[in-house]
């Protein structure tokens, strides 16, 4: 939890019904005075004590409309369309959600009298295929249309780097997870089939992709953290690799999982869950964002495993109690 004292900020964060946005609102409640949300769609389990605009952040004027309703201090700007198979399978709409909503989000907010620092988050996604640990100034080169969508709003923010008052830092987001992230990206994946096979709705063998390759993985908790610790300290017009410095094998995480889980899975790797040309090893270098801003994650990545078990476990148990209704 967040140790400084309360400030007297008006908070706007898009896309913050997703698997991010909840979190980043309960590590802001403590010390916000007031905590805005635009997203597409408004969850029943929506958090208390904050506001809900259900908003498609392509409509120029509803955007502007809630943008100076709340006039926010801070902006944290995660909304996006963020996976990447349906990048491929629906170019037109990511490129309008990430790269039109992203514009609208920044126009109107610097148009303010008084206008807010914004959190620009983007993705490891937008470098090369590169070998090495990849630092800040990496060759950029997006291979999918989700990077290449983010890698162009990155560019959007050319017009405010030398803003008087206000400005967009950009965070590049390796991979993250923890508890509520959807079962499309690894560590979720593993973390629910465990638990499914725990709890007999599922056999006793696991279905995986290419477990022969490394990725450096943060817990989505201490993501957040920096996040607001890149508001507070990072520069504007700077970009940031938000990231744990340390890549971790695939295979090397299955085992974790059973040895945290306790049970026992065969493996079956299956042909449409390998990507072509993936990354060998993918690292960042956080030494920029912590030499700025003090940050360093916290969490272990034994902890997020077992964090995102337990939630797959209750997910279960819910599912088969609705179930026997």
Same mark, same amino acid.
């Given at each position: 939890?967040?140790?400084?004292?309360?400030?007297?900020?008006?908070? %706007?964060?898009?896309?913050?019904?997703?698997?991010?946005?909840?979190?980043?609102? /309960?590590?802001?409640?403590?010390? #916000?005075?007031?905590?805005?949300?635009?997203?597409?769609g408004?969850?029943?389990?929506?958090?208390?004590?904050?506001?809900?605009?259900?908003?498609?952040?392509?409509?120029?004027?509803?955007?502007?409309?809630?943008?100076?309703?709340?006039?926010?201090?801070?902006?944290?700007?995660l #909304?996006?369309?963020?996976?990447v198979?349906?990048?491929?399978?629906?170019?037109?709409?990511?490129?309008?959600?990430?790269?039109?909503?992203?514009?609208?989000?920044?126009?109107?907010?610097?148009?303010? /009298?008084?206008?807010?620092?914004?959190?620009?988050?983007?993705?490891?996604q937008?470098?090369?295929?590169?070998?090495?640990?990849?630092?800040?100034n990496?060759?950029?080169?997006?291979?999918?249309?989700?990077?290449?969508?983010?890698?162009?709003?990155? &560019?959007?923010?050319?017009?405010? /780097?030398?803003?008087?008052?206000?400005?967009?830092?950009?965070?590049?987001?390796?991979?993250?997870?923890?508890?509520?992230?959807?079962?499309?990206?690894?560590?979720?994946?593993?973390?629910?089939?465990?638990?499914?096979?725990?709890?007999?709705?599922?056999?006793?063998? &696991?279905?995986?992709?290419?477990?022969?390759?490394?990725?450096?993985?943060?817990?989505?908790?201490?993501?957040? #953290?920096?996040?607001?610790?890149? %508001?507070?300290?990072?520069?504007?017009?700077?970009?940031?690799?938000?990231?744990?410095?340390?890549?971790?094998? %695939? #295979?090397?995480?299955?085992?974790?999982?059973?040895?945290?889980t306790?049970?026992?899975?065969?493996?079956?790797?299956?042909?449409?869950?390998? /990507?072509?040309?993936?990354?060998?090893?993918?690292?960042?270098?956080?030494?920029?964002?912590?030499?700025?801003?003090?940050?360093?994650?916290?969490?272990?990545?034994?902890?997020?495993?077992?964090d995102?078990?337990?939630?797959?476990?209750?997910?279960?148990?819910?599912?088969?109690?609705?179930?026997?209704?």
């Amino acid at each position: 939890m967040p140790t400084k004292s309360k400030r007297n900020e008006q908070i %706007l964060i898009t896309g913050g019904t997703g698997f991010v946005g909840p979190h980043l609102i /309960r590590y802001l409640k403590p010390f #916000a005075a007031s905590i805005t949300v635009i997203a597409s769609g408004v969850s029943f389990d929506s958090e208390p004590e904050v506001e809900y605009h259900s908003i498609d952040i392509r409509d120029e004027s509803r955007v502007r409309k809630v943008v100076q309703q709340v006039c926010p201090t801070r902006i944290y700007h995660l #909304a996006s369309i963020s996976a990447v198979d349906l990048s491929w399978a629906k170019p037109r709409l990511t490129f309008e959600v990430n790269v039109l909503g992203t514009l609208n989000i920044f126009e109107a907010a610097m148009s303010l /009298r008084s206008p807010p620092k914004i959190l620009n988050v983007s993705t490891s996604q937008v470098y090369a295929l590169c070998d090495a640990t990849l630092t800040e100034n990496s060759l950029v080169d997006p291979d999918n249309p989700y990077a290449a969508s983010k890698a162009m709003a990155e &560019l959007l923010t050319l017009p405010y /780097r030398r803003a008087s008052v206000g400005g967009i830092v950009t965070g590049r987001s390796f991979n993250h997870s923890g508890p509520g992230q959807a079962p499309s990206f690894f560590l979720s994946s593993i973390a629910k089939q465990f638990a499914e096979i725990e709890s007999g709705s599922r056999p006793p063998t &696991l279905k995986v992709g290419n477990l022969n390759v490394k990725r450096d993985f943060t817990d989505v908790r201490d993501v957040v #953290a920096a996040y607001d610790m890149l %508001l507070d300290n990072g520069r504007v017009g700077e970009t940031y690799n938000v990231c744990s410095g340390v890549s971790v094998c %695939l #295979a090397d995480i299955v085992e974790m999982f059973k040895a945290i889980t306790g049970v026992k899975v065969a493996i079956e790797t299956e042909p449409n869950r390998i /990507r072509s040309n993936e990354m060998a090893d993918v690292c960042g270098d956080p030494r920029k964002l912590r030499d700025r801003t003090g940050w360093y994650p916290k969490i272990p990545l034994e902890k997020t495993i077992e964090d995102l078990f337990n939630y797959w476990q209750f997910k279960c148990r819910e599912s088969t109690a609705q179930a026997g209704q």
